[in-house]
């Protein structure tokens, strides 16, 4: 059944982090004693299943017949004709539950499984990776439980019916600033406590080590379906290879499909949120990485337009990658994110995820500016459907409307 998604996987040549977890210099495992045992179980495990053919098998399968893998790529001749570039998509849009999230999900949920865990637990910031882990654990027959700051749980309250419907538990978070860094640190808290039975499902390419690494292999996929398509489908390589970074989880894995090639490769983050373009160096989240700070060190919050790009870090193998030059990491405003969104609902039909809209931002820009030349291709992970982000894009065009 899976041969279809192996054939993907078949020259993957990825780079990995040392034994410590590190990427050069970013990375590692900073936790307290109570947690290294988690660390090292969880790294023991995915290295011996990741290795297995039976454990692969069953995920690309999974992937495929519930997922709805491989998803196409789609040449975008309208918007190509109006940038004077050549245009591909991605389409993590076009997944079960609507964005790349489902990737990571299903291989953290069937690795736990294999570990003989019976729950989940996860954070959450707008509720897009709660709703994956709450789909995941209705799948796998496993509990689930959502940590999800007091502020956004208001802000969101159908993704907090979502995942009841789906069978999880939405736990509210009153501490700190009641946000996704508040819920990254109570569920944290929680998986010291109930470790034996417990699997944390985080969300993206952060935390302490296995997760980059970990998180990263599982959103490969879509990096090695998009070179084989693009190969398949063009010739050769894209000129560039664009993806949004709130986290780094759909970048990480575009990247990784690429890494050994010759594209260019471009990381696009919220204005307000350029932990890499604005941030320095330091430990959050059991990581060392790249993140927005004050000058004593205390972490800022984000904000952008997009919800799911409001993490004030960034994973650690992006500050490595930008620290080596492999890729770039530039950022877009509000401004342009919704005449992106506009442009690609308007003239290809297709209504992007906010996130999705600022890696399209910055391609409009550059290539009006002719930093991407005339007739180059450029390759899009659309990370995910707009469908969620109607709503406010309707608020915000009345607002600007009445002013
Ligand atoms: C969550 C999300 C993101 C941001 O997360 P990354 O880990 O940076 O990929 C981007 N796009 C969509 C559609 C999302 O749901």
Redesign the pocket.
């Known amino acids: 059944m899976s041969e279809d998604l192996n054939r993907f996987i078949e020259s993957y040549d990825p780079i990995v982090p040392d034994a410590k977890g590190k990427f050069g210099e970013y990375g590692g495992r900073f936790v307290p004693e109570s947690l290294v045992n988690a660390c090292t179980e969880l790294e023991q495990a995915f290295n011996h299943h990741w290795h297995s053919k039976e454990f692969k098998d069953e995920y690309l399968n999974i992937l495929q017949s519930y997922g709805g893998r491989p998803t196409p790529i789609t040449f975008c001749a309208n918007v190509s004709e109006m940038l004077g570039i050549k245009l591909y998509l991605k389409r993590e849009d076009l997944t079960h539950t609507g964005?790349?999230?489902i990737n990571n999900v299903i291989g953290q949920a069937l690795l736990a499984k294999k570990m003989g865990k019976i729950n989940l637990i996860a954070e959450t910031g707008a509720g897009?990776?709660g709703v994956a882990t709450a789909t995941a654990a209705a799948l796998f027959g496993l509990g689930c439980k959502v940590y999800m700051g007091e502020i956004d749980a208001r802000r969101q309250e159908l993704n907090v019916f979502r995942m009841q419907l789906l069978g999880s538990e939405v736990q509210e978070v009153t501490s700190g600033s009641k946000t996704l860094k508040d819920a990254v640190n109570e569920a944290m808290r929680e998986w010291v406590s109930r470790v034996d039975t417990t699997h944390y499902c985080l969300?993206?390419?952060m935390g302490p080590h296995p997760f980059p690494y970990m998180v990263r292999e599982f959103q490969s996929i879509l990096g090695n379906e998009a070179r084989v398509q693009y190969s398949e489908l063009v010739g050769g390589e894209p000129d560039y290879v664009v993806a949004?970074?709130?986290?780094?989880?759909?970048?990480a894995g575009t990247f990784a499909g690429f890494i050994k090639t010759d594209s260019k490769l471009v990381g696009v983050e919220a204005a307000g949120g350029a932990a890499l373009s604005h941030g320095r160096s330091g430990v959050v989240h059991g990581m060392s990485s790249k993140l927005l700070q004050d000058e004593s060190g205390q972490i800022n919050e984000a904000h952008s337009i997009s919800a799911?790009?409001d993490y004030p870090g960034v994973g650690p193998e992006h500050a490595y990658l930008q620290e080596t030059k492999r890729a770039r990491y530039v950022s877009a405003n509000d401004e342009e994110v919704l005449k992106a969104f506009l442009m690609l609902s308007k003239h290809e039909g297709i209504i992007p995820?906010l996130?999705?809209a600022h890696g399209l931002a910055w391609i409009m820009g550059a290539a009006g500016a002719g930093e991407i030349g005339k007739g180059e291709s450029v390759l899009l992970t659309l990370?995910?459907r707009g469908d969620k982000d109607v709503q406010q894009v309707l608020t915000i065009l009345r607002e600007l409307k009445n002013t």
């Open positions: 964005s790349h999230k897009q990776h969300g993206s390419v949004c970074v709130g986290g780094g989880s759909n970048a799911g790009l995820a996130e999705s990370s995910g």
